[in-house]
């Protein structure tokens, strides 16, 4: 595959800085505009349960956003009734189904689906039933992704948070490389469509743009930290480039 990766901007954190002062500044749903304006495919918001960042008002108004401007909005969120609920309600274009534990500071793995199958296949069959693409974040396991296939999931999205990690600390990332690069082969022949994110700076991303069955990454943290030196059109702008670089001829 050589077709052009698409971008999700993740904008979490502009609501973490938000909720920092218990305002109303700085506001998500502006960072999601210039965020396209810039040129993000589409918009991440996780609406964790404990409403650390992410609002419910912000997945109202980010609804009606990316409806209006034609953007998909893929709303990450806990396999729980609330989140179905919620999901149902908005319709996003997309719900990415992620692990979630009340004492994490970031999500710190995938979903275990292989071994949650029973609770997770029903949120899966709901959204899908609603007209949701559901995508569900994993780590890239063949056994996962099997699972995945197996309870009606049309995405996976590998979690390359221990690649990067490897490579921050110096430490080798090729082995975690390669089995993204495997877990990507295995969805595919599966028939699953393939994302990856979290820990993704311009460099990791460049790398892992370059497997060819990737089409999508989503990617927050970096971006919101690194506009606090550009400003946020400038990062968004540079990751574009970036990850267009490692598909030339897309």
């Known amino acids: ?19 920092a002062r218990g ?3 700085p506001e998500p749903l502006r960072a999601a505009r210039l965020a396209i304006e810039a040129g993000a495919d589409g918009i991440t918001a996780h609406l964790r349960e404990d409403r650390r960042h992410i609002s419910d008002a912000d997945i109202g108004a980010l609804s009606e956003l ?16 609330e989140m179905r609920d919620i999901a149902l309600r908005h319709r996003p274009h997309a719900a990415c189904l992620v ?16 071994r949650n199958h ?22 890239p396991d063949p056994v996962q992704v099997a699972v995945a296939e197996a309870i009606g999931a049309q995405v996976v999205e590998f979690h390359t948070g221990a690649y990067c990690e490897a490579v921050i600390h110096g430490r080798d990332p090729a082995p975690l490389l390669e089995a993204l690069k495997r877990g990507a082969g295995e969805a595919e022949r599966r028939g699953l469509e393939v994302h990856a994110g979290h820990g993704l700076d311009y ?3 460049q790398t892992v743009a370059a ?14 930290g690194e506009a606090i030196f550009v400003g946020l059109e400038t990062a968004i702008r540079t990751m574009r480039t970036r990850i ?3 598909r030339p001829g897309a």
Do not use: W, Y
Request: net charge negative; glycine share 8%; charged share 25%.
């Open 1 to 19: 595959m050589s077709s052009r990766v698409r971008l999700g901007v993740n904008i979490d954190h502009v609501a973490t800085v938000r909720n």
């Open 23 to 25: 305002g109303a500044h």
């Open 66 to 81: 990316c409806h209006g401007l034609g953007k998909p909005l893929n709303f990450e969120m806990a396999v729980t009734a």
């Open 99 to 114: 692990p979630e534990r009340r004492e994490e500071r970031t999500t710190e793995g995938g979903l275990d689906v292989a």
């Open 118 to 139: 029973a609770a997770i296949a029903p949120v899966v069959r709901a959204l899908r039933d609603a007209g949701v693409r559901v995508s569900l974040f994993i780590e």
């Open 203 to 205: 460099d990791t991303a």
């Open 211 to 224: 497997i060819p069955q990737v089409v999508e990454l989503n990617i927050g943290h970096f971006l919101i």
């Open 244 to 246: 267009d670089a490692a």
